[in-house]
């Protein structure tokens, strides 16, 4: 649909930026932080996360950054070993109070802290005791989410349960050291998990006066190659799996039809306690957290041998599945440098068919451009890719707006550098430059990008000009 007149950004809208604990912090053994998987099983050629960006100790000057930015909105995640080394149990003052700086720096200077519970970092200690499959997690995720909510729910309303409960799922490599589970015990895993994140919700609107939560799921489009039938159910089979499970779980505590049928022809459907249904269906979110990064291409399945499940690899790489579908190119795309399709119109296919399924208010938890930035012989970052990146995307998203979503914010990934999932530094995403390499780590100097600025104005405008 064209507008010839569009209509403008909400006020109030949460013009934001996004990090997350491990992957920014640093100090990841210091002041009693225990540690999280993912101190454990990082490529030895990229940098790890013991300094990481160092915003740890620097969190300061990144707050004055993000005021400076004119940021309305500042999406990070706590790292639960940082709160309760052993996963449960006794507290870490010492982390309980970085986190209370943080947010009381982030609120003094006008900016809405949306904290994430759980960003990929499960305490080791829970880990080595089965980790997700374990019931206790649950028990121990539950106690950790009220712990926090107690701690900062008065001055932290936006909560997000868990990032990207999809990706780990669908690619373990992302939260496991060692050798990845069977899918069928990620299933379980995946059961486990809804049933936390239902008990943190429930929790957040006991505890949290005007708190707000919701989950922070990666979800992307996904299109038919072809208007081939079969290639259409191929694409829905693969957003049901991908995507539809997971938000239908969070909003109205079931399991989606096609990914239950799935599981059960694949034989991976977990086991379901008694009670566990009532309990999904009790918990309601508030807003949908979406991370969105590029759309997929499927067909249908050959069921020639060459369709695989992706069970590690990238995040936005698929292969297949027997029987379910096949990935396939999209050549009406552009790609990064790291192999994502850009597609920006795939982000307002996105919110329009999450908005009609869910009916619920959208923030955009993550989004954005990884690129190879480089420190010119001028001082400055002339990452002008990523200003397109987002000018396009953001200029999706206000369409969506006119489509009628209620889209409530928009925080790009990330706001500084960080340490990709993955591709260490080599990877950037950040509105402001971190000066280390993957293994020299420099003076850490904080040096905003061009983008920084373009963003800076854009914020200004509320985004009447994209
Ligand atoms: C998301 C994660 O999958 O994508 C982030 O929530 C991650 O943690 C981001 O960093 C970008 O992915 P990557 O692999 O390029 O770091």
């Known amino acids: 649909m064209f507008y010839s007149n569009l209509k403008p950004f909400p006020e109030n809208f949460l013009w934001g930026a996004s990090t997350s604990a491990y992957q920014a912090e640093g100090a990841s053994t210091m002041d009693g932080k225990g540690l999280s998987v993912q ?4 490529p030895v050629a990229i940098a790890d996360f013991s300094v990481a960006s ?19 909105a500042y999406r990070f995640s706590i790292s639960w070993s940082r709160v309760f080394p052993q996963g449960k149990g006794e507290m870490n003052p010492l982390g309980l109070a970085f986190y209370d700086e943080l947010i009381d720096a982030l609120t003094e200077g006008g900016i809405t802290p949306v904290v994430t519970l759980y960003h990929f970092d499960l305490p080791l200690v829970l880990h080595e005791k089965g980790g997700w499959s374990n019931p206790e997690t649950i028990d121990a995720f539950a106690a950790y989410a009220r712990a926090m909510f107690e701690r900062y729910g008065d001055r932290v309303k936006y909560w997000l349960t868990i990032n990207e409960q999809n990706v780990m799922i669908n690619h373990p490599n992302a939260m496991y050291p060692g050798q990845v589970p069977s899918q069928k015990e990620l299933y379980q895993q995946n059961h486990n998990m809804f049933l936390a994140s239902a008990l943190a919700i429930n929790l957040c609107h006991e505890l949290v006066e005007g708190g707000k939560i919701g989950p922070a799921p990666n979800i992307i489009c996904v299109y038919p190659k072809t208007c081939a039938p079969a290639d259409v159910i191929a694409s829905d089979n693969w957003e049901a799996i991908r995507c539809w499970l997971y938000l239908d779980m969070a909003v109205y505590g079931r399991y989606n039809a096609t990914a239950w049928a799935y599981l059960e022809e694949k034989g991976l459907a977990p086991t379901i306690g008694k009670h566990d249904m009532e309990l999904l269906a009790d918990a309601k979110p508030d807003f949908l957290g ?17 369709d695989r499940q992706p069970r590690n690899g990238d995040q936005q790489t698929m292969v297949g599945e027997e029987g379910v579908f096949r990935s396939e190119e999209n050549d009406m795309l552009e790609t990064t440098d790291f192999g994502w399709k850009i597609d920006s119109i795939g982000l307002r296919t996105t919110l329009r068919r999450v908005y009609d399924r869910y009916h619920l ?15 010119d012989e001028d001082g400055h970052v002339h990452d002008n890719a990523r200003i397109e990146y987002l000018e396009r995307h953001f200029h999706q998203a206000r369409l ?9 914010g928009y925080c790009p990934w990330s706001f500084i550098d960080l340490v990709s999932t993955h591709q260490g530094y080599g990877k950037r995403y950040g509105f402001v430059y971190v000066n280390r390499e993957e293994k020299d780590l420099k003076d850490l100097a904080r040096i905003p990008k061009d983008s920084y600025y373009w963003y800076q104005q854009l914020i200004a405008e509320n985004g009447m000009n994209i």
């Not at 101190?39 to 990082?42: E, I, Q």
């Open 39 to 42: 101190d454990l099983h990082h």
């Open 54 to 72: 160092d915003h740890y100790h620097r969190f300061r000057e990144d707050v004055e950054l993000m005021k400076r930015m004119g940021l309305k």
């Open 290 to 306: 979406m991370n969105y990064y590029a759309s997929a291409t499927v067909s249908a399945a050959k069921n020639d041998g060459h």
């Open 361 to 375: 208010p959208i923030l955009i938890t993550e989004n954005g451009l990884g690129s190879v930035d480089t420190l």
């Open 400 to 408: 969506a707006i006119n489509d009628g979503v209620d889209l409530i």
